[in-house]
Nanobody
Framework: QVQLAESGGGSVQAGGALRLSCEASGSLFRVNFMGWYRQAPGKERELVAQFTYGGQTNYADSVKGRFTLSRDNGKNTAYLQMNSLIPEDTAVYYC??????????????WGQGTQVTVSS
């Protein structure tokens, strides 16, 4: 099992910034991909940013240039720096981790979610 501890959500005015953190612990594979998804009221959960194969990072088009995903491997922690926030970024943000072995995803875990609210 893997545990994901999220922090950093909150309320901010449009144009502001927040940084989300997600610390992973437990049964982590040597190769694992961490990332963030979000779900707004009445909408499906969607990708925000995720590390993937080849050291690449996938970003949703709506956040490119504003959000940055980074990771401290020594702390097993991923960070999502969110700048130039807009009201449309309001959602519950979920940390995601995928354990990978020999190029194949073995399992997947989700955090409990943290609320981000952007007011205009």
């Amino acid at each position: 099992q893997v545990q994901l501890a999220e922090s950093g959500g909150g309320s901010v005015q449009a144009g502001g910034a927040l940084r989300l953190s997600c610390e992973a612990s437990g049964s982590l594979f040597r190769v694992n991909f961490m990332g963030w998804y979000r779900q707004a009221p009445g909408k499906e959960r969607e990708l925000v940013a995720q590390f993937t194969y080849g050291g690449q990072t996938n970003y949703a088009d709506s956040v490119k240039g504003r959000f940055t995903l980074s990771r401290d491997n020594g702390k097993n922690t991923a960070y999502l720096q969110m700048n130039s926030l807009i009201p449309e970024d309001t959602a519950v943000y979920y940390c995601n981790l995928r354990n990978v072995r020999v190029g194949i995803q073995v399992d997947e875990y989700w955090g409990q979610g943290t609320q981000v609210t952007v007011s205009s």
